[in-house]
């Protein structure tokens, strides 16, 4: 899955998420399933909040199979990434480290080459992301017949390529979520229902609300739990 078709010629290495149900098939029995699997016991010590923000070290591991870049036959390594989670697309992207900061950084940390594919920024030392070259007439390099096109006018005409070739499918994709509470201190969203020790579910009636929760000395939860889970 990608939102940027325009990018897949500095395609460089392709992840997966640590829940990827295909990641263990793939690695089992391999010498590269211990280094796979250490990745995949660690992301659940992490929130996935935590996880899709892509600000903690960037950990990773090769898992000994490539996947084949549909836009120029090239065979382009399979990692998993903890900063990749399972509900973004299909849990399966490509990276572009020239183009996407945390692509850069993983990159960096796992000694991956880097493909620039827009110009107008030196990707030395930072990615030149979306945000920074969208709207403002970038033109493609390294990106064979495509190359001197705008980012806009390439992502529609790889994308119809891809399209014609069979291999690629357009997708709308949204995320829709119930009407959000804003999150009030350490326990999330208040919402009144109460699960009892039965396994029952209770939802309080108004007069017996606002629901007071206990005063917790550590609010921030300890090795992947919420702070009440400790709070008898």
Known sequence: FTTRAD???????FLLAPESPILKGLVEGSEYEAAVMEVVENAKKITAVERAQGNKEKHGAFTGRYVVNPINGEKVPVWVA???VADYGTGAVMAVPSHDQRDFEYAQVHNIPMIQVIDGADVSEHAFEKQDYLGKGCRLINSEEFTGLTVEEAKE???CKLEKAGVARRKVNYHFREWIFARQRYWGEPV?????DDGKTYFLP??????????LEDYKGRNGQA???NAT
């Open 7 to 13: 990018t897949l010629f500095g395609c460089s290495f």
């Open 82 to 84: 903890d900063y990749i």
């Open 157 to 159: 005409a790889i994308t």
């Open 192 to 196: 009144p229902c109460v699960y009892t």
């Open 206 to 215: 108004d007069d017996e609300l606002p629901l007071i929760l206990p005063e």
């Open 227 to 229: 702070p009440l889970e």
